[in-house]
């Protein structure tokens, strides 16, 4: 079975530093996708940034990127020039698709981000 | 295009009572995943379905737990018989057929309290 470990329960940055959140995954599996996921206070689950695991590239999205490390096993997220709307639970996930369509999300237990003024 | 929507946003329940949550997929959305958060814990996958079929329910319980995504109508997520234990926040997303996309869009969920 595939499991998600998120390490940092908390953690804390100031405005417009840089901040990296970390993830590790455990599957046996070769194609997958890794997500990094941000619920606010209003609990809205909103996707940040996505990941093909048969992509060496690490992906970026404006502030956001990923340090994949495929034979580790790890997926960090890196928050560049921190707002303080960045402020926000963070969930790393793991999917495998299931008959190459849908699949299911696995989640890590989440890090708490507080961005400080 | 409006999002995934889910309701009602909160229900509150009686030990032993039946509770329905509902779920809307985006348009032209036709898989359908549930998953539950307890407080303090991170989402849990329940079960996913597309028109008519269940495709993976190894996240339900055995027990109490039922979900259905009719030909016509919203997605159904019921607890029968409900525990102070089922309450949570349950959180419906929805992808398309088209998999290139690969991602699953979340509604703002339904928190279930049970007295």
């Known amino acids: 079975a595939q499991t998600v470990t998120q390490s940092q329960p908390e953690m804390s940055v100031q405005e417009a530093e840089t901040v990296t959140l970390s993830c590790t995954y455990d599957t046996s599996e070769s194609n997958y996708y890794l997500f990094w996921y941000k619920q606010p206070p209003s609990r809205q689950m909103i996707l940040v940034i996505r990941q093909e695991a048969y992509k060496q590239q690490n992906a970026t999205e404006n502030r956001f990127s990923v340090n994949f490390q495929k034979a580790a096993k790890s997926f960090s997220l890196k928050i560049s020039d921190s707002q303080l709307g960045d402020t926000a639970m963070y969930f790393c996930a793991f999917m495998k698709l299931i008959y190459n369509q849908g699949g299911k999300l696995i989640f890590g237990q989440g890090t708490e981000l507080s961005v400080k003024p | 295009n409006a999002g995934v929507m889910q309701n009602p946003r909160h229900l509150v329940r009686r030990r032993g009572q039946e509770a329905r949550l509902r779920c809307s997929p985006m348009?032209?959305?036709?898989?359908v995943y549930w998953y539950r958060q307890l407080p303090e814990e991170g989402l849990k996958f329940m079960v996913y379905l597309q028109k008519e079929n269940i495709i993976d329910e190894s996240g339900m319980p055995k027990e109490r737990f039922s979900a259905e995504f009719p030909k016509e109508g919203p997605s159904i997520l019921r607890i029968q018989q409900v525990v102070r234990g089922d309450s949570a926040a349950y959180f419906c997303?929805?992808?398309?057929?088209?998999?290139?996309?690969?991602?699953?869009?979340f509604g703002p969920g339904t928190r279930l309290t049970v007295l």
């Open positions: 997303a929805s992808s398309p057929r088209d998999w290139d996309y690969n991602e699953q869009f």
């Open positions: 348009k032209g959305h036709s898989h």
